[in-house]
T-cell receptor
Framework: KAGVTQTPRYLIKTRGQQVTLSCSPI?????VSWYQQTPGQGLQFLFE???????NKGNFPGRFSGRQFSNSRSEMNVSTLELGDSALYLC????????????FGPGTRLLVL | EDQVTQSPEALRLQEGESSSLNCSYT??????LFWYRQDPGKGPEFLFT???AGEEKEKERLKATLTKKESFLHITAPKPEDSATYLC????????????FGTGTLLAVQP
């Protein structure tokens, strides 16, 4: 069974731009969660989508948004990028039990200049 | 404040030298505690889920235990391939699940 895939793997943007990251979950998984990982803050939960609906949300500003499509693929968008948004963005998919049984992708490393 | 704290931040062991990593938490309504392993440049890899105090789980050289305030990840006779960052996370809360991660323990096992 193929694992979670994320594209692109690396991205460089400048302040003020926006970015869209993509995540394809494991086949049959309907829950997709997004995380931001930085050396200072560690792994922080952004949001979870299940069957195209946002089911859970972390404490991030509205510049961070996401969506899920009918095939369970998910995208995350960050608008008006700031230097502090530089991080590894991880996507995780799981079955109906949500974040309790999740498998992570390799991540997208975003650098904001 | 709800938080998860892992210690030590970094640990260096000789091959075969057993030790334990700690994950302490202060949250209300714990629903589960997870351990992950993360290798450089990769996403976290799921290891264990623990749901209640007294529960233990084992996988190869790893054993995870849970009390009402903390969890331990015991590593018995580690090998160099066990070198990685070990993360713990807790899910808690009532109607709305909340999930927070610790900042991890970087483990280096020298041959």
């Amino acid at each position: 069974k193929a694992g979670v895939t994320q594209t692109p793997r690396y991205l460089i943007k400048t302040r003020g731009q926006q970015v869209t990251l993509s995540c394809s979950p494991i086949s049959g998984h309907r829950s997709v969660s997004w995380y931001q990982q930085t050396p200072g803050q560690g792994l922080q939960f952004l949001f979870e989508y299940f069957s195209e609906t946002q089911r859970n949300k972390g404490n991030f500003p509205g510049r961070f948004s996401g969506r899920q499509f009918s095939n369970s693929r998910s995208e995350m968008n960050v608008s008006t990028l700031e230097l502090g948004d530089s991080a590894l963005y991880l996507c995780a998919s799981s079955n109906d039990r949500g974040v309790e049984t999740q498998y992570f992708g390799p991540g997208t490393r975003l650098l904001v200049l | 404040e709800d938080q998860v704290t892992q210690s030590p931040e970094a640990l260096r062991l000789q091959e075969g030298e057993s030790s334990s990593l700690n994950c302490s938490y202060t949250v209300s309504g714990l629903r589960g505690l997870f351990w992950y392993r993360q290798d450089p440049g990769k996403g976290p890899e799921f290891l264990f889920t623990l749901y209640s105090a007294g529960e233990e789980k084992e996988k190869e050289r790893l054993k995870a235990t849970l009390t009402k305030k903390e969890s331990f990840l015991h590593i018995t006779a580690p090998k160099p391939e066990d070198s990685a960052t070990y993360l713990c996370a807790v899910i808690y809360g009532g109607a709305t699940n909340k999930l927070i991660f610790g900042t991890g323990t970087l483990l280096a096992v020298q041959p």
